[in-house]
C-alpha cells in the first residue's frame, strides 16, 4: 500500500512522506471537513489537512494543526472550529458516514455518482465521465 501511495502522489506532485503514527485519529479533520463541505474553501481545506498528515507527518487530532490547515485554505480557522465543534454540527459526521455506510461506500478515494459507486484512484475519470451523461 505505501509503495503504491509513493506512486501517486509523485504522479500528482503530492508531498507525502510515510506517517510515523497510521491510521490517525481524523475525526476533527473529518469534522471541519463537513463543516466546510459546501464552502469554496473545502477543496484546499482538505489538500491542506491531507498534506499535513501525510505530507508533513503532522497529528491531525491536533486542532492547532487543524487551524493551520484552515488559514492556509483561506477560512476564518476559529469560525468554522466553532461551528464544526458546536452542538448543531457534531451530528453531521455521524450522519455522512452512516448515509455512506448506506450507500456501500467503503475506502478511499470512493465516490457514489449517479447512483453508481466507483471505487479507487483509477476510478476517478470514470466516475468524472460517468457523471457527464444523461442517465
Not at 7 to 21: D, E, S
Request: hydrophobic share 45%; charged share 25%; aromatic share 8%.
Amino acid at each position: 500500500m505505501w509503495r503504491d501511495v509513493q506512486r501517486l502522489t509523485a504522479k500528482f506532485a503530492i508531498p507525502w512522506q510515510k506517517p510515523a503514527l497510521f491510521p490517525r485519529n481524523s475525526t476533527l479533520a473529518a469534522r471541519v471537513g463537513c463543516a466546510v463541505a459546501n464552502e469554496p474553501v473545502a477543496a484546499s481545506y482538505v489538500r491542506a489537512a491531507f498534506v499535513a498528515n501525510f505530507g508533513d507527518d503532522e497529528d491531525i487530532a491536533d486542532e492547532g494543526v487543524i487551524r493551520r490547515a484552515l488559514t492556509d485554505a483561506g477560512a476564518d480557522a476559529e469560525a468554522v472550529l466553532a461551528q464544526a465543534l458546536s452542538s448543531a454540527k457534531r451530528g453531521l459526521l455521524r450522519n455522512n458516514t452512516e448515509h455512506a455506510i448506506k450507500l456501500g461506500i467503503f475506502g478511499a478515494p470512493n465516490c457514489v455518482v449517479k447512483g453508481e459507486l466507483f471505487w479507487g484512484e483509477e476510478a476517478l475519470e470514470d466516475a468524472i465521465q460517468w457523471s457527464k451523461v444523461d442517465r
